[in-house]
T-cell receptor, first 113, second 110 residues
Framework: GENVEQHPSTLSVQEGDSAVIKCTYS??????FPWYKQELGKRPQLIID?????GEKKDQRIAVTLNKTAKHFSLHITETQPEDSAVYFC????????????FGSGTQLTVLP | NAGVTQTPKFQVLKTGQSMTLQCAQD?????MYWYRQDPGMGLRLIYY???????DKGEVPNGYNVSRLNKREFSLRLESAAPSQTSVYFC?????????FGPGTRLTVT
């Protein structure tokens, strides 16, 4: 089955700096890659996603890039703010499955004021 | 439009007790899922239901059973709770692409 690895497990940045979180996946048939943000005690919330026919997608300060050849994808957050502090999870979904997602282990992002 | 709802929010069980976690969605989604989240372990799939009338095992199904009652509702049952089942349980649903999560149930087994 699919295996998703996520790095780093913790990341601290100064407010205003950029943050990058990276994930690799094992199943070359995976075609959908969402990112979730989870604040303490809350549910995971979908913040951005990318499909395998696209190399990059942006939404304001957040962007995701996908390299299908290398089987890795990354989340980029620019101009970080304290409210960006949370745990971020990447996930991958293979085609043909019942839309099951395999999640990475998460990255605790802390934005220091 | 409430999205995905779960009950209860919190539960404490003694070892060996049973309980059912309830989940409902009002987005007309075909697929529903149960995950558990343990510290540092991410989200692990327990069971899923691709459509009404079908259920399948995920990564960590042992000790759990599920019922897809109708298109809206998907319940998770612990028949004989064990301390290793102490966790936060999330239900999720999916239509064609995106997957949305419920607020979670924090379960403690003593």
């Amino acid at each position: 089955g699919e295996n998703v690895e996520q790095h780093p497990s913790t990341l601290s940045v100064q407010e205003g700096d950029s943050a990058v979180i990276k994930c690799t996946y094992s199943d070359s048939a995976s075609n959908y890659f969402p990112w979730y943000k989870q604040e303490l005690g809350k549910r995971p919330q979908l913040i951005i996603d990318i499909r395998s026919n696209v190399g990059e997608k942006k939404d304001q300060r957040i962007a995701v890039t996908l390299n299908k050849t290398a089987k890795h994808f990354s989340l980029h957050i620019t101009e970080t703010q304290p409210e960006d502090s949370a745990v971020y999870f990447c996930a991958a979904r293979a085609s043909g499955s019942a839309r099951q997602l395999t999640f990475g282990s998460g990255t605790q992002l802390t934005v220091l004021p | 439009n409430a999205g995905v709802t779960q009950t209860p929010k919190f539960q404490v069980l003694k070892t060996g007790q049973s309980m059912t976690l309830q989940c409902a969605q009002d987005m007309n989604h075909n697929s529903m899922y149960w995950y558990r989240q343990d510290p540092g372990m991410g989200l692990r799939l327990i069971y899923y239901s691709a459509s009404e009338g079908t259920t399948d095992k995920g990564e960590v199904p042992n000790g759990y059973n599920v019922s897809r009652l109708n298109k809206r509702e998907f319940s998770l049952r612990l028949e004989s709770a064990a301390p290793s089942q102490t966790s936060v349980y999330f239900c999720a649903s999916s239509g064609t692409v995106e997957q949305y999560f419920g607020p979670g149930t924090r379960l403690t087994v003593t």
